[in-house]
């Protein structure tokens, strides 16, 4: 069955620092990736999405990486700043699918 | 903006209660999801709509049914409340470039 790991439940970082996040999945080929953000008792919101012929995807102090062969995406949130707290959560969706398959998520800490 | 409004922040149910859980959407968009969030599980579906009166089941869609009269709602209903349906519900409706626009959620709580 498919599964989405994310790299860990918690991840703690020094504002200014570089945080990034890591989304892998196993039987699954996703036609694009998403990364959302949710604040705690809100809904997420949509930050990214990155496609399976594409490598990299910027936005503002944000980057995304997919790479189909080691089946993984990175989130990287450049200059962290403490409001970048929160927990992101990366999302799988297939060709001809309007389905997501979402991660659990990896809560963000960024300490000033 | 998009605005996916659901009807209630906070609600108390007690067991054996039907609870219904409505999801408004203002942006014509076809597809709507019905998820819950509970710690340590993560985003699970319950039930997802593709167009008006269309439904389909999702991973978890025992004890929970769905309507879709109009384009722009999409309602989820317990059909009898338990306790282990105390959860976190979430709408979402999907825009053109694949991207789920989520509701404020509902925290529900059966007792």
């Not at chain 1, 496609?51 to 200059?79: G, P, W, Y």
């Not at chain 2, 609600?11 to 709507?32: A, Y």
């Not at chain 2, 969030?37 to 089941?57: A, H, N, T």
């Not at chain 2, 999409?74 to 626009?101: D, K, R, V, W």
Request: glycine share 8%.
């Amino acid at each position: 069955s498919q599964k989405i790991e994310q790299n860990s439940e918690a991840l703690n970082i020094q504002e200014g620092k570089t945080a990034t996040l890591t989304c892998n999945y196993t039987n699954y080929s996703p036609a694009y990736l998403q990364w959302y953000r949710q604040d705690p008792g809100r809904g997420p919101v949509f930050l990214l999405l990155i496609r399976e012929n594409e490598k990299e995807k910027r936005k503002e102090r944000l980057k995304v990486t997919f790479d189909t062969t080691l089946k993984q995406s990175l989130f990287h949130i450049t200059a962290s700043q403490p409001a970048d707290s929160a927990t992101y959560l990366c999302a799988l969706g297939g060709a001809g699918s309007y389905q997501l398959t979402f991660g659990k998520g990896t809560k963000l800490s960024v300490i000033p | 903006d998009v605005k996916v409004t659901q009807s209630s922040r906070y609600l108390v149910k007690r067991t054996g209660e039907k609870v219904f859980l409505e999801c408004v959407q203002d942006m014509d968009h076809e597809n709507m999801f019905w998820y819950r969030q509970d710690p340590g599980l993560g985003l699970r579906l319950i039930y997802f709509s593709y167009d008006v009166k269309m439904k389909e089941k999702g991973d978890i869609p025992e004890g929970y049914s769905v309507s879709r009269e109009k384009k722009e709602r999409f309602s989820l209903i317990l059909e009898s409340a338990s306790t282990n349906q105390t959860s976190m519900y979430l709408c979402a409706s999907l825009g053109p470039h694949t991207e789920a626009f989520f509701g404020q959620g509902t925290r529900l709580t059966v007792v």
